[in-house]
């Protein structure tokens, strides 16, 4: 057995402006598990009121922390079971579509956002779910089954939006290799990566207005299906301007980066929702640092060649090395 234990690295900044504590939260997709018997679990190692709001979703109640939500994820299923629930001749064949959603998409854990000092909490949910038999990324060849964090911004103004953007930008590239993203996960439309039109766009700016932010990444990102999902914050600020340009019901607005890039390897002994965390803490940490942003972007535009643009291997190369230097990875 492993003794594996990471601990949640904290950010530079821990707190908002108004002086709250910043909130992170959580969503696992994994399968080896019934919505039942994840909902159980779930509530063996957290305790809580667990209710059953369709065949299709669940949610536990935990005074500490809030809301878990425990669903299938597969929008059809849910919708059909919640117009259905009190008809008693569609509740079989409700039933037998929930098993059978089983074995094609995966079962979705949404945690509730709570402060960055309290993750801790959630490390006994990973390992009750791994004893249980939950199992990950690895499981399903067409489901691409991954950790997303929703990370609130500490600041929701135009310099701190751009500092986190660029800081994902010069690093979206490297992330995906310390991330060691799954081949299947890499293969699938949901965590696209920023185009190179667009990080050339963004990090020939050395700072922008909140409507060259909107402007630019509608321009190019108007898609939910991208690893560090921006839509969500940016429906928070102007929700009209977003839905104008991407018309998607499944934009949830709030004030939080929607990253989307790790996988879930719930059955491995050696893992932990830390290790997604704190390789997210690297934008952290790049973005609070504005001359070190502005240096960087400043050597991606210069390693731009005729046609072909940034050597994607050569830049996470220097990435790695200079965040060796900077003992940041």
């Known amino acids: 057995m492993s003794n594996h234990i990471v601990r949640f ?142 990370t609130e911004i500490p600041q929701l103004d135009a310099e701190t939006l751009f500092s986190y953007l660029r800081a994902f930008s010069l690093l979206q590239w490297w992330l995906v290799a310390a991330h060691e993203v799954d081949v299947t996960r890499k293969m699938s439309p949901y965590i696209d990566l920023y185009p190179e039109a667009y990080l050339k766009q963004l990090l020939s700016r050395s700072q922008a207005t909140i409507e060259q932010i909107f402007a630019d990444y509608l321009e190019y990102n108007a898609s939910r299906n991208r690893a560090l999902d921006l839509l969500p914050l940016l429906a928070h600020i102007d929700n009209d301007a977003v839905r104008h340009a991407v018309n998607d019901p499944k934009i949830k607005a709030r004030p939080a980066f929607h990253y989307r890039l790790p996988n879930c390897h719930i059955e491995r002994l050696d893992w932990s929702l830390a290790d997604s965390w704190n390789t997210w803490w690297v934008v952290e940490q790049l973005a609070h640092r504005p001359d070190d942003l502005d240096d960087l972007s400043t050597a991606f535009l210069a390693a731009a060649r005729p046609v072909i643009g940034v050597s994607r291997n050569d830049w996470v190369e220097f990435i790695g090395r200079w965040l060796k230097d900077q003992e940041l990875a």
């Open 9 to 150: 690295k904290s950010p530079p900044i821990t707190h908002k402006n108004d002086g709250s504590p910043r909130l992170v939260g959580f969503e696992l997709e994994f399968s080896g598990l019934s919505l039942s018997q994840t909902a159980e679990t779930l509530q063996s190692s957290l305790g809580g009121n667990l209710g059953k709001k369709s065949a299709a979703e669940w949610v536990l109640h935990v005074d500490v922390l809030g809301d878990f939500n425990i669903e299938l994820d597969w929008s059809y299923l849910k919708r059909t079971a919640k117009e259905y629930e009190q008809e008693y001749q569609h509740r079989e064949w409700v039933d037998l579509l929930t098993q059978a959603a089983t074995l094609l998409v995966p079962v979705e854990i949404a945690c509730p956002p709570i402060p960055l000092a309290d993750l801790e909490a959630l490390v006994p949910m990973v390992d009750t779910l791994r004893k249980a038999g939950a199992v990950g990324t690895e499981e399903s060849l067409l489901a691409a089954y991954g950790v997303h964090i929703n």
